[in-house]
Nanobody, 124 residues
Framework: QLQLVESGGSLVQPGGSVRLSCAAS????????VAWFRQAPGKEREGVSC??????STQYADSVKGRFTISRDNEKVYLEMNRLKPEDAAVYLC???????????????????WGQGSQVTVSS
């Protein structure tokens, strides 16, 4: 059973940056679709940054385009978040889907494995 563990969440001031990591122990991620979702209190889960299985396709929520970047290596998925805004505050979850999802998608139903989440707070 694949287990995902997020880290890197913190309290940051507006305009600041945070880098989240998601580790998948004993599992190579470089051939699978991966994604970052976020969930704020009272709001639906939102896909913010998604990467297709070959690494050549990405999808970003409009609200984060130009500020967030998803990447991965063999064992980790990363989310680089810059110019953070108070509305970016949420629990961020990483997810892993199928190796056949070549075209990136942020549809949560395409993802099988989920981490527990890492809290990002944006406040002055």
């Amino acid at each position: 059973q694949l287990q995902l563990v997020e880290s890197g969440g913190s309290l940051v001031q507006p305009g600041g940056s945070v880098r989240l990591s998601c580790a998948a122990s004993g599992f190579r991620l470089d051939a699978y679709a991966v994604a970052w979702f976020r969930q704020a209190p009272g709001k639906e889960r939102e896909g913010v940054s998604c990467l297709g299985s070959t690494g050549s396709s990405t999808q970003y929520a409009d609200s984060v385009k130009g500020r967030f970047t998803i990447s991965r290596d063999n064992e980790k998925v990363y989310l680089e978040m810059n110019r953070l805004k108070p509305e970016d505050a949420a629990v961020y979850l990483c997810a892993v889907g199928s190796r056949y999802i070549i075209q990136a998608t942020c549809n949560p139903r395409e993802y099988t494995y989920w981490g527990q989440g890492s809290q990002v707070t944006v406040s002055s």
